[in-house]
């Protein structure tokens, strides 16, 4: 090795440590099946059960509740409706929501590493601190940041710049399983990581144009034990 190789390794050892954000729901947590439960819940209480089908199911997974529950039952209180999802969901949450594959080690190998970590959903505040304590995951981030603004979009620019802000990071590497996600994120100035559930989504994915693709946790922590990709990156202002 010369002595300008030897540089830039010394470069990339001393290289600042991104802050790494996660999304949520399908990268973190395994939320789908609560999420369908939920709504068949409701669907059946409501004698409404036979109108729950693959399609209106796959609605509920990308669909904001208020919406799902004007379209579907529209001479009922959207918001009892709201509440009565949200309390059958936390009323399960141990039998229904799970870490997805994996994350549990790369959160500890990121800890152990003196990585910042975050949470960043469109998930109320309130809930999403409830479903991560309730999974004993709480405590491995740094920073955790929901939605209590009643958007309808999932994250901003902002959100991503924020949560950096808070953490003192210059850098950072986003993970998500939403296309829209990434593009914003991308927008922001991360490096950003796609991680795929179904390979379905592959095409979606590659139009959203994310720096890293896998559908591996394991894969994660290679990549940033390599080179520091992310300092190619500026956050926005």
């Not at 990308?62 to 039952?73: I, L, S």
């Not at 955790?144 to 210059?170: F, K, P, Q, S, Y």
């Not at 894969?219 to 034990?225: A, D, F, G, N, P």
Request: hydrophobic share 40%; with cysteine; glycine share 4%.
């Amino acid at each position: 090795m010369n002595k300008k190789d030897k540089q830039f390794k010394k470069m990339e050892q001393e290289a600042p440590k991104p802050a790494v954000l996660f999304d949520f729901d399908g990268t973190l947590m395994d939320t789908d099946t609560a999420i369908i439960a939920a709504y068949r819940e409701i669907f059946d209480r409501y004698k409404k059960g036979k109108e729950f089908t693959a399609a209106v199911q796959s609605e509920a997974l990308t669909a904001v509740p208020e919406v799902m529950m004007k379209k579907y039952f529209p001479r009922r209180s959207t918001a009892k409706c709201v509440q009565e999802l949200l309390d059958y969901e936390e009323q399960h949450l141990n039998d229904l929501i799970q870490p997805m594959h994996g994350v549990r080690r790369l959160l500890t190998w990121l800890n152990e590493n003196g990585y910042q970590t975050a949470v960043l959903s469109d998930r109320t505040q309130s809930r999403l601190e409830l479903y991560l304590k309730s999974s004993d995951m709480y405590d491995y981030f740094n920073h955790v940041r929901g939605n209590d603004t009643n958007r309808t979009v999932e994250i901003e620019t902002a959100d991503i710049v924020e949560v950096c802000r808070v953490l003192g990071a210059e850098h950072c590497v986003y993970i998500s399983d939403n296309p829209e996600n990434i593009r914003t994120a991308s927008e922001s100035g991360a490096f950003t990581i796609a991680f795929l559930t179904e390979f379905s989504d592959t095409a979606a994915f590659v139009e959203a144009g994310p720096d890293f693709m896998t559908a591996s946790m394991r894969q994660i922590s290679s990549l940033l034990q390599g080179e520091p990709y992310w300092l190619a990156y500026e956050l926005a202002r």
